[in-house]
């Protein structure tokens, strides 16, 4: 039977498998979050490509493979995104490669 902080960790660990690749986001976390990814993007020496978020309403999303957070908007719906990340946004009806 789990202790304390064994109990916190067993929980902790089911919550990150179990979570969701899409949620809502909060607008005073957009700057932050933004500023953080262009940032991120310049170190990354994988490619990237520009993918439009479809929906008004601001989102952040967790990409499948690296788990970089990206956060989309209405206002702000095309972003550079590691293409390891692409493949798994794409697959939602939320997004769509931008050319």
Known sequence: MP???QKRAQT???LIKTGDLIQPAEKNDFQ??????????NRVPYST???????????????PVTGQQYQFSGDHP???????????????????RKY
């Not at 932050?32 to 993007?41: G, K, L, P, R, V």
């Not at 490509?49 to 999303?61: A, D, F």
């Not at 798994?88 to 939320?94: E, I, K, R, V, Y």
């Open 78 to 96: 095309v972003m550079s995104v590691d293409t390891r990340d692409a493949k798994g946004l794409l697959a939602t009806s939320f997004f769509r």
């Open 12 to 14: 902790s660990n089911q």
């Open 3 to 5: 202790c304390c902080g």
């Open 32 to 41: 932050a979050i933004h500023s953080q990814q262009e940032n991120s993007i």
């Open 49 to 63: 490509v520009k993918i439009e978020y479809l929906q008004h309403s601001p989102v952040l999303v967790r990409g």
